[in-house]
């Protein structure tokens, strides 16, 4: 990172701006083109690591490219004020943001399953405990994302 000064490293103030965000990115390499989309998440440590949540359908651009291409980039961003100047080249803005490298990985046992929809509709929506029919969790695709390369910035 180029900014030090900018650079947070402290892992309960990077969870805590992670757990306030509801949009991560996804950039997926696609023979040459980079494809990104946004998703919604659930996220949380495991052993350490910083791991997030998401689905989608058994179908698509998505669901194809990650079994393609399972080395991804993500980012999130967020708390952004805009300060005024004087000039143009007098305004600028806080902000927050996590940007980073991982795997990523389709989650096919059940319970495991089970377990990644409960974190992501808890960070969601701040319940826990949904029920999931067989047929729902047949129906859907739920991504693994282990980042390997994460960085925190903030102005």
């Known amino acids: 990172m180029?900014?030090?000064?900018?650079?947070?490293?402290?892992?309960?103030?990077i969870d805590t701006f992670l757990t306030e965000e509801k949009i991560l990115r996804i950039a997926f390499y696609d023979d040459g083109d980079i494809y990104i989309v946004p998703v919604n998440y659930g996220f949380r440590r495991e052993s350490?690591?910083?791991v997030f949540y998401f689905h989608g359908a058994k179908a698509g651009r998505k669901y194809e490219l990650a079994g393609k291409s399972p080395?991804?980039?993500?980012?999130?961003?967020g708390r952004f004020k805009m300060i005024?100047?004087?000039s143009a080249c007098?305004?600028?803005?806080?902000?927050?943001s996590v940007?980073?490298?991982g795997r990523?990985?389709?989650i096919e046992?059940?319970?495991?399953?089970?377990?990644?929809?409960?974190c992501l509709m808890n960070h969601q929506a701040g319940e826990k405990n949904w029920e999931y029919t067989e047929k729902m969790l047949g129906a859907v695709a739920v991504f693994r994302l282990e980042a390997e390369k994460l960085s925190c910035k903030a102005k």
Request: aromatic share 8%; with cysteine.
């Open 90 to 96: 007098d305004y600028s803005a806080n902000f927050q």
């Open 2 to 13: 180029r900014r030090k000064d900018r650079e947070i490293t402290d892992i309960s103030a």
């Open 84 to 86: 005024e100047g004087g």
């Open 104 to 106: 990523l990985s389709l």
């Open 71 to 77: 080395y991804v980039g993500f980012e999130t961003d």
């Open 109 to 118: 046992d059940t319970e495991a399953k089970r377990s990644a929809l409960d």
């Open 48 to 50: 350490g690591k910083c």
């Open 99 to 101: 940007t980073g490298t």
